[in-house]
């Protein structure tokens, strides 16, 4: 009864505490059986460490829109994560413009990567450093913090690499920009303007100077007409007028912002009906928006601008303070990089349709720092007419175009937009327009006559915005991949190979556009939706309220940034330079 009690409790205790086995079939080695369950335990061991070796190392660079969206996503815990970044938080970018006139706390749209992965499944660990320089080679990167002022540089090794660390402001080597400008990218960025701003009419507000210092020192420039630029432009003058003239009634009259955009209008890249509403708003509020003005030098004081449309006509502005937010430009170590892989003279890494780094079968890249090179159908027109002529006849019918049209359109998305635009539902519809109203189960093609009827579908190819959704996407989209890497090694889901045998992995990154706003001030805002649906007013605005609130990457920043608008609208916004 005895010996059965104790192996009752013996059972008990490999199946309680299985992670001590190995130890407890050592000790009891000797007495039992002379060697036999060491042999088995040295087996599990053998076994476990295989499967510690078989994690795949992944190093994340950057927590901005596309890492911390990967981040998120990823739910495989076969996965060794290494997060590297100089900052340890991820920021809500679209609301910078409101932290910049106290209307959000920086606090409310920042959130600890930490909180974000320290539910996640599998090993996540986090470097608070900044990548110096990346070995595809050797696939390591050579990375340096500066906490407390202590440098320190490191070196980590990788299986998978994804860059995701945004991209510098261009300044387009402008004279002065540098020195002199405020830039709108991080944080940091949007709580010295907002010092700024107050030191501006504080400065105006001393004695002894003269009414032409005061209009200077309160002459706000804003080097842009893009979204960034035009919401910051809206949100000063709503700071201006609904709170600091309060505060500096002797000089209200004396405040001046000026919005310099080089092309024709602000806002291109929105339907023309908001761009002409923003235009007309903004001159109705008094911001004095000039078109065609280059910016060719900036001083201490003053800004040299280059009219476009008067014969290259040079005028200076004075200014207090300048913001420039315009143009990306590439980060040194990701300059680095692209000469060792072979892209040069490009602005962005170029990648496949898959996120993956051209020339590289291990280094991703999205959000800002990457840009997609979409494959042109004409590239292999050859190929897409063998796959498709099933029969090897030398003629492509209807029925075997309509087989691959699928994979076609999938792995090709201009064709479907080329589709679209020309109100065809599908390729039959094509192939009629080049035979002639004949029946379509007659209509074939030769590999000349797909050529010339195919030739316009790659004028539909379009570039990617820099912008946080389609950073947020890739990385959803991407993590999705690495979630079910191995599943689809065995069972490939994407399309067919043109060129090669079988099928590839995934199916190819689609970016899925959910609309734009652009904020113009006075509770009022332009929305740009699918389907060419254009709102503009104060039912946008509340629509612009509800997206940014849900969109936030957690419930606190989520309560934090509705308090922030609530303080607002009852006790206006915060004019203190902390």
Known sequence: MHNFTFFQRVSKAFRNHDSHIKLLLLCTTVTVSGGGLLAYGDAVAASEAALVTEKKKVVVLGTGWAGTSFLKNLNNPKYDVHVVSPRNYFTFTPLLPSVT?????????VEPIRNIFRKKKGDIQFSEAECLKIDAAN??????????????EFVVDYDYLII?????????NTPGVVENCHFLKEVEDAQKIRRTVIDCFERASLPGLSEEERKRVLHFAIVGGGPTGVEFAASLHDFVTEDLVKLYPGIKDLVKITLLEAGDHILSMFDKRITAFAEDKFR??????????????????????????????????????AVWS???????????????????????VATDEWLRVEGTDNVYALGDCATINQRKVMEDISAIFKKADTDNSGKLTVKEFQAALEDICERYPQ????????????????LKESKGDVQKESIELNIEELKTLLSKVDSQMKFLPATAQVASQQGTYLAKCFNRMEECEKNPEGPLRYRGEGRHRFKPFRYRHLGQFAPLGGEQTAAQLPGDWVSIGQSSQWLWYSVYASKQVSWRTRALVVTDWTRRFIFGRDSSQI
């Open 415 to 430: 064709v479907e937009l080329y589709l679209k635009s020309n109100h065809m539902h599908n390729i039959a519809d094509l």
């Open 326 to 348: 315009t143009g990306i430009g590439t980060r040194p170590f990701v300059k680095d990089f692209m000469t060792q892989i072979g892209q040069i003279n490009r602005r962005a």
């Open 164 to 172: 995701a660390v945004g991209a510098n402001v261009n300044t387009f």
């Open 139 to 152: 696939r390591k990167i050579y990375c340096r913090t500066n906490i407390s002022d202590n440098e320190n």
């Open 101 to 109: 006139c106290g209307t959000v706390e920086a606090r409310s749209i």
């Open 284 to 321: 109705r509020d008094g911001i004095d928006v000039k078109t065609g003005s280059m910016v060719v030098k900036v001083s201490e004081k003053e800004i040299s601008t280059k009219s476009l449309k008067n014969g290259g006509e040079i005028a200076t502005i004075p200014y207090g303070m």
